[in-house]
Nanobody, 114 residues
């Protein structure tokens, strides 16, 4: 499984971004997908994840602001990020879990200026 994340950038506080993660493979609907982030000097942390049946789970810090979704025909998972804060600044990674294995994308930088 190969994952390609995109959509990061520089945005002012209060703004929005949508991240995308395109996955390879013909069994995307069977992947559990997630978005994680890692800020400088901090550990990687879960932002949101979504099951094969599109049940979503969010970190408390992003609830009500971020939305994870998946579009199986396009092999893509999205992270819509609204009301961004400087504390959301990090490299965002997508992750896939399938058949007992975990796969990571390369990361996309999100920078929120105050």
């Amino acid at each position: 499984v190969q994952l390609q994340a995109s959509g990061g950038g520089l945005v002012q506080a209060g703004g929005s971004l949508r991240l995308s993660c395109a996955a390879s493979g013909r069994t995307f609907s069977s992947y559990a997908m997630g978005w994680y982030r890692q800020a400088p000097g901090k550990q990687r942390e879960l932002v949101a994840d979504i099951t094969r049946r599109s049940i979503a789970n969010y970190a408390d810090s992003v609830k009500g602001r971020f939305t994870i979704s998946r579009e199986n025909p396009k092999n893509t998972v999205y992270l819509q990020m609204n009301s961004l804060k400087p504390g959301d600044t990090a490299v965002y990674y997508c992750k896939a879990d399938y058949a007992g294995s975990t796969y990571w994308g390369q990361g996309t930088q999100v920078t929120v200026s105050s």
